[in-house]
């Protein structure tokens, strides 16, 4: 059964959720409105300045060569490096200038349709909160480091920009046909684990390869991973695992590309025809892909995350 609601197309007021379609249960905290924003950024102590900072040194000893020119211009653009946790009202101010996105405080992950929403308005929600030094290398919610040092310098390009309020815009559609899965797979192989063309390199402008030590350099240069050119049809059936370095990466020729291949989507035809589950493992290799590496998959086969398999 479908229900008739449809967001405005402009996407000011936040769509309602129509009963029918499932989505995971989180609480919001008490304090919050509907829009789960938290009303002021949290304080960070010296503490917690020093995290950042650990974490930025520690990056940009992996980034240079391997991050993708886009990332590196933008962390400079937004002067993330200039110590401690960036205050969001300053970068909003400076992000806004160059492609109007602002950067608002969120107290964890948040529900889908408000996530899509604050995207399709060019609101990117990063989290309240940063890591500890017992939780340095491995977090399992993304703290303020993930989502401002991995996702917001990416803003500062002006065709991501575009795409990314795009996939928020295309959010609604995939929750009617109840097919968030398979946008959430886009979402994973472009905005958290996307390479690209860089002339004859490939280079990482994904936020959730950008803000770990290791996974940069295995997903530029180790042997194990594949490495395929991105079709959004193929990418959207293809399963994902959120815990560990992934089998497959998916490379864009550019931004345009990405853009381009995402708005020119029938959505409405794609989600008809996907069955609800994926149809592809994430290791495997298909007949129509574009193949750039053919990986060994040593690591994985070797036992992965873990199993003190080196990640070659
Ligand atoms: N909430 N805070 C936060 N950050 C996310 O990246 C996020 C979220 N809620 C939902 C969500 N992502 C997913 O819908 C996307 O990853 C597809
Ligand atoms: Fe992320």
Redesign the pocket.
């Known amino acids: 059964m479908t229900t008739n609601i449809e967001p405005s197309r402009d996407f000011i007021k936040l769509p309602e959720m129509p009963a029918d379609v499932f989505t995971a249960p989180l609480k919001k905290p008490a304090h919050l409105g509907d829009d789960w924003l938290e009303p002021e950024q949290a304080r960070y102590d010296a503490q917690d300045d020093l995290i950042w900072n650990e974490l930025f040194d520690r990056q940009m000893k992996v980034l240079p060569g391997r991050a993708a020119t886009a990332f590196m211009n933008g962390l400079e653009k937004l002067d993330l490096g200039k110590g401690g946790v960036p205050e969001f009202g300053r970068l909003s101010e400076e992000l806004g200038a160059l492609t109007g996105w602002s950067v608002v405080p969120?107290p964890?992950?948040?529900?889908?349709h408000?996530?899509?929403w604050h995207l399709a308005n060019r609101r990117f929600?990063?989290?309240n909160f940063i890591r500890t030094r017992e939780t340095f290398d491995y977090i399992q919610e993304?703290d303020v480091f993930h989502?401002v040092f991995g996702h917001v310098p990416m803003l500062t390009d002006p065709v991501y920009a575009d795409y990314m309020q795009e996939y928020g815009r295309a959010?609604w559609k995939a929750m009617r046909y109840n097919r968030?899965k398979a946008?959430?797979a886009l979402?994973?192989y472009t905005?958290?684990f996307g390479l690209m063309m860089e002339g004859a390199d490939v280079r990482a402008y994904g936020a959730g390869i950008l803000s770990g030590p290791t996974e940069v350099v295995y997903a530029v240069e180790a042997q194990s991973p594949n490495r395929i050119m991105l079709n959004v049809d193929r990418v959207m059936r293809t399963d994902y695992v959120i815990s560990d370095l992934q089998p497959t990466y998916f490379v864009i020729e550019s931004f345009e590309d990405l853009y381009r291949q995402t708005v020119e989507r029938d959505f409405d035809r794609l989600y008809k025809s996907l069955p609800p589950g994926f149809t592809y493992a994430n290791s495997a290799v298909i007949d129509v892909d574009n193949v750039i590496n053919r990986g060994t998959q040593e690591y994985l086969l070797r036992g992965g995350r873990g199993s003190g398999a080196a990640p070659v």
């Open positions: 969120v964890m992950l948040i529900p889908d408000v996530f899509f929600p990063a989290g993304p989502d959010g968030l946008l959430g979402y994973w905005v958290e």
